[in-house]
């Protein structure tokens, strides 16, 4: 396994300034923001699927640093029922992958996607319970007349490109845990697996262990983001992990995003770590930071940091057990 960064991070910086700080702290691979909510700062699909001069200067830049692209990703929300939004995050999917094949990286990250609960919506409708039992009409209606048409679509222009998508499972989307998961795989198509964050699965009470074996014996464990969730025994208690109050309100929320190891120990990340290693996933592990309590610069140095010495000790053969 090689160690990566979620480039978007660094959207301060320039592309190649990006570049130099990332080969110069040890790291083998970055993942591009290519358009959907991480933006495309480093990496515009369009511009460079319209410039082979670019293309060609684009990849020779990250060539010579000794780095390699884990993913192209657009996280977005093709299902959105304001037309605008879902064309948009649409065509920044498809020429994402687009770009994928002309650069040879096998993978496009993104949501599922999720629409609203009618023709007539303005906004996505995110179904959390089966009653009443108007909430599971919209499930299914969302499913059957949005989510399978668009995605067995999207699997058939995936095959035409030679690239495959790693679905990333979000709560608030329809594709929000390994159910969910492989349920899109199999209306729809091999060509789609996961993006696999544990961060996300922290919150809702899962186990990561058990996500990824599960996905990894349906040969749908793609790629792998590096993110850790701290959990606050004490408001969870009080109000569970359904929570809507701003990412900001750390000290009142149930739960927040955390640079990895500070929401979950060296233990459970090298649980982690080696369950990847023994279910064959030789795929980049790529840190992506969302603390609102360390700087950017802290969270990925100290990330980079935690994760290269697991790494270290999983080459030596440490970390053997799960």
Not at 309 to 317: A, F, H, V, Y
Request: proline residues 4%; glycine residues 8%.
């Amino acid at each position: 396994m090689k160690l990566g960064v979620f480039s978007v991070l660094f959207g301060q910086k320039s592309f190649e300034e990006m570049l130099d700080y990332v080969a110069e702290s040890g790291l083998q691979a970055i993942e591009l923001g290519t358009g959907g909510y991480p933006g495309n700062t480093h990496c515009d699909a369009a511009s460079l699927l319209a410039d082979e001069e670019k293309l060609t200067r684009f990849r020779e830049a990250i060539n010579s640093r000794g780095l390699e692209i884990s993913a192209l990703s657009c996280h977005g929300n093709p299902l959105h029922p304001n037309k605008e939004i879902a064309n948009q995050h649409h065509e920044d999917f498809q020429n994402s992958v687009k770009l994928a094949a002309k650069l040879g990286v096998e993978t496009v990250i993104t949501f599922s996607g999720c629409p609203g609960e009618s023709e007539q919506s303005l906004n996505p409708s995110w179904v959390t319970c089966p009653w009443p039992e108007d909430f599971g009409r919209v499930l299914d209606w969302q499913w059957e007349e949005k989510v399978i048409p668009y995605w067995k679509e999207q699997d058939q222009f995936l095959k035409e490109h030679g690239v495959r998508v790693a679905i990333e499972p979000h709560p608030g989307f329809v594709v929000y845990n390994t159910e969910t998961m492989l349920r899109l795989r199999e209306e729809c198509g091999d060509s789609i697996g996961v993006n696999f964050d544990p961060s996300h699965l922290f919150w809702q009470n899962m186990d990561p262990i058990v996500g990824i074996k599960d996905l990894a014996k349906a040969g749908a464990l793609y790629h792998f983001h590096a993110k850790d969730t701290g959990i606050d025994a004490q408001n969870t208690a009080a109000n569970g992990v359904l929570d809507t109050k701003s990412y900001r309100d750390e000290l009142n929320r149930s739960w927040i995003f955390r640079t990895v190891g500070y929401g979950h120990g060296e233990e459970t990340w090298r649980k982690i770590i080696s369950t990847l290693q023994l279910v064959g996933y030789d795929g980049v592990i790529s840190i992506e930071h969302e603390d609102s309590l360390m700087s950017v610069e802290e969270g990925f140095q100290k990330a980079a940091s935690f994760l290269q010495n697991l790494l270290i000790k999983e080459r030596i053969g440490e970390i053997w057990w799960a």
